[in-house]
């Protein structure tokens, strides 16, 4: 591969995946480009946890393929940087010894590795608690240290399963803007899975729409809001057009996944009958 | 056992005193006392009972006739400790305590946590380990001195399965515990399999891996000084045993207090390490427990 070409795509095609008996991904084709920002959103237990991890190496297809810069995946590798949901960092070490653990990995030495820490955990404003252990962090400052040491390595790829799930609304505006900066700045390739379709709006470049269990792609959409984003496009037209557009795909899948299309017709009818069987079990 | 600490009250939090208010002050402080106090007059009490019964030669179905007073144990403890004898006897049980316990720490660790990650070694072993491990280590007694040359070794092999087991098992446990999560991250950031185990297994196991060595130091003194009374030369236990065939009465108790004491002292120092070797789990409370 000629060295000066960006590095980072991804390609699934036609990536499925069975755990024994169950489905979980049925036919997913999906690209990201090298710099390119692009999230992936559906109901609960579609299969976007199962693409990502399948694009960290952690998962094997049964079927399709699996690409990054045309290298079949084979296992986890830090040219691949992974956020997870649930707080992943080593409790038994200090922030810095957290974002060195990859460095350390690679064979850096002391004071090197010391020293990368030190300047990646300034840019992400950590730099005062360096030598606190993740107990005694909040959750979106842990989840900030997770950015920072999946980043120190150098990847070419950022991958982020639901990293702001469990922060509240602006803390999670905070890590958004500087999960933007941090990408900006690096130029690497993201893939980022939220069930926020504000969040994925206002991040990425486009949107991959998963349908419910089996998971395939519905829909792909790209985001035509300019760069740099700012908090205040959320109330443009354009923001506001793609959202109604999300909320729709996404609302007939949530229903789909929670029962099937009658569920759909069924539902409100549902509501109203409940609220009245309260009324009458109130008299 | 000398793992069995009990904590007898919590810690008295002070409450909101204004201040330069004297009198709450001295109320706290007085609280504070009090645990330690009343600890204190229990044992002068018990101390107190056990001169009493000794000196009147108690019987009533329970006799006293032949246990020795406070004072006697006392005089001969002074003896005792002059005597190069006796600081022998206590070298060797410690040293045989250190020589099994180490072995069993050695292998009880490593194999635990290979168990806890390889699914095959642990179908392959765990059975095993299932049927020998419900027999005390006293019951190998005889079966030892059969297997090993020389009385020693018999005695530290007894110490080691004593200890053994419950490292073994509560690393496995451990192990069970571990946060998958830990490791995929530590995957992503290129962790081969040698990094995993010393930089995430291994930690992430400590706290129980100290329970083992806590637990499995109280049962490799039981062990041992069962084996010195039984197939003993030399040892604290020997010494207690032999004297009550020498009829040295106030020698049995100060072998129970120095057996008890080297059980309190060993057991501190596994919390003295772990303390030490786990910064992390000492955030709120900041000191050794
Ligand atoms: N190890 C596993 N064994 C069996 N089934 C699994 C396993 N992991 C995931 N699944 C199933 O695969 C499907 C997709 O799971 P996945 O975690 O990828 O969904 P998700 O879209 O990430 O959901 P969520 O939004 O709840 O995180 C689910 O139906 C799940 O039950
Ligand atoms: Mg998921």
Same mark, same amino acid.
């Given at each position: 591969?000629?060295?000066?070409?960006?590095?980072?795509?991804?390609?699934?095609?036609?990536?499925?995946?069975?755990?024994? @008996?169950?489905?979980?991904?049925?036919?997913?084709?999906?690209?990201?480009?090298? #710099?390119?920002?692009?999230?992936?959103?559906?109901?609960?237990?579609?299969?976007?946890?199962?693409?990502?991890?399948?694009?960290?190496?952690?998962?094997?297809?049964?079927? #399709?393929?699996?690409?990054?810069? !045309?290298?079949?995946?084979?296992?986890?590798?830090?040219?691949?940087?992974?956020?997870?949901?649930?707080?992943?960092?080593?409790?038994?070490?200090?922030?810095?010894?957290?974002?060195?653990? #990859?460095?350390?990995?690679?064979?850096?030495?002391?004071?090197?590795?010391?020293?990368?820490?030190?300047?990646?955990? !300034?840019?992400?404003?950590?730099?005062?608690?360096?030598?606190?252990?993740?107990? @005694?962090?909040?959750?979106?400052?842990?989840?900030?240290?997770?950015?920072?040491?999946?980043?120190?390595?150098?990847?070419?790829?950022?991958?982020?399963?639901?990293?702001?799930?469990?922060?509240?609304?602006?803390?999670?505006?905070?890590?958004?803007?500087?999960?933007?900066?941090?990408?900006?700045?690096?130029?690497?390739?993201?893939?980022?899975?939220?069930?926020?379709?504000?969040?994925?709006?206002?991040?990425?470049?486009?949107?991959?729409?998963?349908?419910?269990?089996?998971?395939?792609?519905?829909?792909?959409?790209?985001?035509?809001?300019?760069?740099?984003?700012?908090? #205040?496009?959320?109330?443009?037209?354009?923001?506001?057009?793609?959202?109604?557009?999300?909320?729709?795909?996404?609302?007939?899948?949530?229903?789909?996944?929670?029962?099937?299309?009658?569920?759909? @017709?069924?539902?409100?009818?549902?509501?109203?009958?409940?609220?009245?069987?309260?009324?009458?079990?109130?008299? | 056992?000398?793992?069995?600490?009990?904590?007898?009250?919590?810690?008295?939090?002070?409450?909101?005193?204004?201040?330069?208010?004297? %009198?709450?002050?001295? $109320?706290?402080?007085?609280?504070?006392? %009090?645990?330690?106090?009343?600890?204190?007059?229990?044992?002068?009490?018990?101390?107190?009972?056990?001169?009493?019964?000794?000196?009147?030669?108690?019987?009533?179905?329970?006799?006293?006739?032949?246990?020795?007073?406070?004072?006697?144990?006392?005089?001969?403890?002074?003896?005792?400790?002059?005597?190069?004898?006796?600081?022998?006897?206590?070298?060797?049980?410690? $040293?045989?305590?250190?020589?099994?316990?180490?072995?069993?720490?050695?292998?009880?660790?490593?194999?635990?946590?290979?168990?806890?990650?390889?699914?095959?070694? %642990?179908?392959?072993?765990?059975?095993?380990?299932?049927?020998?491990?419900?027999?005390?280590?006293?019951?190998?007694?005889?079966?030892?001195?059969?297997?090993?040359?020389?009385?020693?070794?018999?005695?530290?092999?007894?110490?080691?399965?004593?200890?053994?087991?419950?490292?073994?098992?509560?690393?496995?446990?451990?192990?069970?515990?571990?946060?998958?999560?830990?490791?995929?991250?530590? %995957?992503?950031?290129?962790?081969?399999?040698?990094?995993?185990?010393?930089?995430?297994?291994?930690?992430?196991?400590?706290?129980?891996?100290?329970?083992?060595?806590?637990?499995?130091?109280?049962?490799?003194?039981?062990?041992?000084?069962?084996?010195?009374?039984?197939?003993?030369?030399?040892?604290?236990?020997?010494?207690?045993?032999?004297?009550?065939?020498?009829?040295?009465?106030?020698?049995?108790?100060?072998?129970?207090?120095?057996?008890?004491?080297?059980?309190?002292?060993?057991?501190?120092?596994?919390?003295?390490?772990?303390?030490?070797?786990?910064?992390?789990? $000492?955030?709120?409370?900041?000191?050794?427990?």
């Amino acid at each position: 591969m000629n060295s000066a070409s960006p590095r980072g795509r991804i390609d699934v095609a036609g990536f499925g995946l069975r755990f024994g @008996q169950t489905t979980a991904v049925s036919d997913i084709s999906l690209h990201v480009k090298p #710099g390119e920002f692009v999230s992936l959103i559906g109901p609960s237990g579609c299969g976007k946890s199962t693409v990502l991890n399948a694009v960290a190496g952690f998962l094997t297809p049964t079927a #399709g393929r699996v690409l990054v810069d !045309s290298e079949p995946v084979r296992g986890p590798s830090a040219d691949r940087g992974m956020v997870f949901q649930q707080y992943s960092l080593f409790p038994w070490k200090t922030v810095r010894e957290n974002v060195e653990f #990859g460095l350390k990995m690679q064979g850096m030495g002391k004071s090197e590795r010391l020293a990368t820490a030190r300047t990646l955990l !300034s840019v992400a404003g950590l730099h005062a608690f360096e030598n606190h252990y993740p107990e @005694q962090l909040s959750g979106g400052m842990k989840q900030r240290v997770g950015i920072v040491r999946a980043l120190a390595t150098g990847p070419r790829v950022l991958l982020l399963d639901e990293p702001f799930g469990a922060l509240d609304a602006q803390t999670r505006m905070i890590m958004q803007e500087l999960l933007l900066d941090l990408w900006e700045g690096l130029k690497i390739s993201v893939l980022f899975v939220t069930h926020d379709i504000d969040e994925a709006i206002f991040l990425s470049d486009r949107i991959y729409v998963v349908t419910a269990a089996p998971g395939r792609i519905k829909a792909e959409l790209t985001v035509p809001l300019p760069r740099p984003r700012a908090a #205040g496009m959320s109330e443009t037209a354009d923001f506001h057009h793609l959202r109604g557009r999300l909320l729709e795909l996404i609302r007939e899948e949530s229903l789909r996944a929670m029962g099937n299309e009658v569920a759909a @017709q069924s539902g409100r009818r549902a509501g109203l009958d409940l609220a009245d069987a309260i009324g009458a079990a109130r008299l | 056992m000398p793992d069995m600490v009990i904590e007898i009250g919590a810690p008295v939090a002070a409450p909101l005193a204004p201040a330069g208010s004297h %009198r709450a002050a001295v $109320r706290t402080a007085l609280l504070r006392l %009090r645990g330690p106090a009343l600890g204190l007059l229990t044992i002068a009490l018990a101390l107190l009972a056990w001169d009493l019964l000794t000196t009147y030669r108690v019987s009533f179905h329970i006799r006293f006739l032949n246990v020795p007073t406070p004072a006697s144990v006392l005089a001969s403890a002074s003896h005792a400790f002059s005597d190069p004898d006796f600081s022998y006897n206590l070298l060797i049980s410690c $040293r045989r305590i250190g020589t099994g316990f180490l072995a069993a720490t050695a292998l009880g660790v490593p194999l635990g946590l290979t168990m806890g990650r390889w699914r095959l070694l %642990r179908d392959a072993l765990l059975p095993l380990f299932e049927i020998v491990r419900p027999i005390p280590a006293i019951a190998w007694v005889p079966m030892s001195i059969m297997l090993w040359p020389s009385n020693e070794e018999s005695i530290v092999f007894i110490t080691f399965l004593g200890s053994f087991f419950p490292i073994l098992l509560n690393t496995l446990m451990g192990m069970g515990q571990v946060d998958p999560v830990l490791v995929r991250a530590a %995957r992503c950031l290129g962790a081969k399999e040698v990094s995993i185990f010393r930089e995430v297994l291994l930690p992430a196991v400590l706290p129980q891996v100290f329970t083992g060595l806590a637990v499995g130091m109280g049962v490799a003194w039981v062990s041992l000084i069962a084996a010195e009374m039984i197939a003993g030369q030399f040892g604290i236990g020997y010494f207690t045993w032999e004297a009550y065939s020498l009829v040295q009465y106030p020698d049995i108790v100060l072998g129970m207090v120095c057996i008890g004491a080297l059980g309190l002292g060993s057991s501190a120092l596994i919390r003295l390490v772990g303390w030490l070797v786990m910064p992390w789990g $000492r955030l709120a409370g900041g000191r050794p427990k």
